[in-house]
Structure formats: structure tokens, C-alpha cells
């Protein structure tokens, strides 16, 4: 199964049910805001050093 890497918040785990390719920055449940490509690539980092 695969996962959208940059739906998951990379601190908290929190998941953004609604996430397009337009969305290039939201803003997480913990209040933080995200870049799209910066979350997605550091949620990939931390799978690869599991």
C-alpha cells in the first residue's frame, strides 16, 4: 500500500485528509505551517533510517 508521504506531518503524524498538488503549503492541526516537498522529503529520510 502506498502512503502520500506529504499528507503526514513529519513532527506530529498528524494527516491532511484533503491535500492537492496546488497545495504547495498548509498549515498542520499543531499549527505549524509546511512546505509540501520539504514535509514529503523528510517523512522519506526518517522511513529510510527505520
Do not use: P, Q
Not at 517523512?43 to 527505520?50: I, K, M, P
Amino acid at each position: 500500500m502506498r502512503r502520500s508521504r506529504s499528507r503526514f506531518r513529519s513532527y506530529c503524524g498528524t494527516r491532511k485528509a484533503e491535500l492537492t498538488l496546488a497545495d504547495r503549503i498548509w498549515v498542520c492541526g499543531c499549527g505549524r505551517r509546511l512546505d509540501r516537498d520539504h514535509n514529503a522529503a523528510v517523512n522519506l529520510a526518517a522511513r529510510r533510517s527505520r
